[in-house]
């Protein structure tokens, strides 16, 4: 058992949970391309809106991110711009105790007394000095031996939030704040509406804020198999890159629940505090469409949208695709490169089993995604047809391809801008805008940015077999197997 003391650190130690999938948001949000990284109200992704919310280095430590294997470059890109402590990636998803668990056992490495901040990187929040109020008040009571989460106000009836059963008022006079009765799912509408019209219950928002020595110690007496298995996955973890990844093995046998249910509502010593800072998980695309900025007809337009006697609808088009649309009223349309999502409204919360059915047929878009992330840069397919495939590749500055060969396909190579240096057999040579090469199949070749600008160019592939693993690695600067 692990000793407690109040003897805490000013500074909070946030940990960012960036594995989710987002599947309520298809065809936008996809498993290879989850919510997080993706821009729907401002400019910025909501991971680096979450990251920008904690970045007040008075009051908090750099930040710790959790994620999974498939977006790790993404994020990683993403946040270069931000200080963070680790990327710890999770081989298979286990849910919020778990990783929850990781994060604590890595900071209580560091820092016993540490109180830990755990947010989830896909909610909108309006009132970022709310939110920052909201997490100091709940420090002061973290202070004191609690585990604490955030209980959002309702203002209306939502049935796609799980929501937290107030008990009594906490001891504390001057915060206000309840001990948790109880942890509700996602109710039915009627049973929502008795909740709201109660005033006894908040939504869960899913942010806490524990000492991690009192978590850890929680997680020995209430849910041991999650501590014993997290710390084995972390104990033998590996670096990679500027990743860490857990240990497979021993984090496969971690039991998957979530903080709530195996801790929180198991324990005395939970507290949530109701907050009111314009919060929004924006899970689902009726969500989204109540919280943008809507026109006249109470439209939410994104992208080249022409929308003609249309109301009350959610219209997005990605990458220049033009989306007409005439006389629809509450629908949502978004269009993307590869794909269209078209319902009404109301019905988008159904939009999960959508695609778990797109998943048990076979259909790729509802995992990948156009746009694939390497530690290089990243490449978009543009065209795929039979014997040929058009592809946008961009590498970062300083970025390097493997020495690699294919054995079915040949390669055309176009520079749209910045300069490229090529290996191609014996030969080595700078490759610069307007210009092109041909790599032959089963020539060992190389692609490099030894430039400070990003290297754009088209890759058009061509030959009977175009597969990603049609690959043979002979060099690689990122430690991926040759």
Known sequence: MISNNNNLTKKIHPVILAGGKGERLWPLSRQQYPKQILSLLKENSLLV?????????????????????????????????????????????????????????????????????????????????????AVVKAADIAK?????TFGIVPDSIKTGYGYIHLGQKFSDKNIDAFVINKFVEKPDYPAAESYVASGEYLWNSGMFLMPVALYIDKLEKLAPQILKYSKLAIDNAKQDLQFMRLNTAYFEQCPSDSIDYAVMEKTSDSVVIPIDIGWNDIGTWDAVWQVDKKDEDNNVLKGDVIA???????????????????????????????????????????????????????????????????????????????????????????????????????????????TATVTCGEKKFLLKQNESTYIPAGKKHRLENAQDVNLELIEVQSGLYLGEDDITRYNDAYGREV
């Not at 004191?144 to 604490?148: D, E, G, K, P, R």
């Not at 009350?312 to 033009?322: D, P």
Request: hydrophobic share 40%.
């Open 308 to 418: 003609q006697d249309c109301s009350g609808n959610y219209l997005r088009s990605e990458n220049a695709h033009l989306l007409a649309c005439l006389g629809l009223s509450d629908m949502v349309v978004v269009a993307t490169r590869d794909a269209t999502f078209i319902a009404p409204m109301n019905k988008s919360q159904e939009l999960k089993q959508l695609t778990q059915i797109m998943t048990q047929r076979g259909k790729s878009q509802a995992i990948d995604h156009p746009v694939v992330y390497r530690p290089w840069g990243h490449y978009c397919s543009l065209v795929m047809q039979p014997n040929f495939q058009v592809k946008q590749i961009c590498v970062k500055p300083g970025g390097r391809l493997s020495l690699q060969s294919h054995k079915h396909r040949s390669e055309h190579w176009i520079v749209v801008s910045g």
């Open 144 to 148: 004191q031996n609690y585990l604490v």
């Open 49 to 133: 809106e979450t990251a920008a919310r904690v970045s007040d280095d008075k009051i908090f430590h750099v930040p710790l991110i959790i994620c999974n294997d498939t977006s790790r470059f993404i994020i990683a890109e993403q946040l270069q711009s931000h200080k963070i402590a680790d990327i710890i990636i999770e081989p298979v998803g286990r849910n919020t105790a778990a990783a929850a668990a990781v994060a604590a056992l890595k900071i209580y490495q560091d820092d016993k007394n540490a109180l830990m901040l755990v947010i989830p990187s896909d909610h909108n929040i309006d009132n970022i000095d709310g939110f920052v109020t």
